[in-house]
Nanobody, 124 residues
Framework: QVQLVESGGGSVQAGGSLRLSCGVSEPNNRRYCMGWFRQAPGKEREGVAAIDTDGTTNYEDSVKGRFTISRDNAKNQVYLQMNNLKPEDTAMYYC??????????????????WGQGTQVTVSS
């Protein structure tokens, strides 16, 4: 079963940038369609961005033009570059991998395996 470990969260001021990383490990070295979700206190989890094995990307409307998802298959890493951060981006961010059951992000693959999350806090 795939295991996901996020890193790179932190606290920044509005307008700043952060890059989140997700390490992917899987016994058979299978490549997965991957994504990022976030959940703010008191709110439902929402999809942010997804990237398929062929590099096709999908983004939630509120992050288009500010966030970029990418992957390095040789390093088994998935990244989320976040620029021009806003206070409303404050949330726990979770890496996710393709699964049989789960959630799509703007027409992406189904994502259903989760990491433990990394906190992003944006102050005004």
């Amino acid at each position: 079963q795939v295991q996901l470990v996020e890193s790179g969260g932190g606290s920044v001021q509005a307008g700043g940038s952060l890059r989140l990383s997700c390490g992917v490990s899987e016994p058979n070295n299978r490549r997965y369609c991957m994504g990022w979700f976030r959940q703010a206190p008191g709110k439902e989890r929402e999809g942010v961005a997804a990237i398929d094995t062929d590099g096709t990307t999908n983004y939630e409307d509120s992050v288009k033009g500010r966030f970029t998802i990418s992957r390095d298959n040789a390093k088994n890493q998935v990244y989320l570059q976040m620029n021009n951060l806003k206070p409303e981006d404050t949330a726990m961010y979770y890496c996710a991998a393709e699964a049989s059951f789960g959630t799509r992000i703007s027409g992406s693959c189904i994502l259903g395996y989760w990491g433990q999350g990394t906190q992003v806090t944006v102050s005004s």
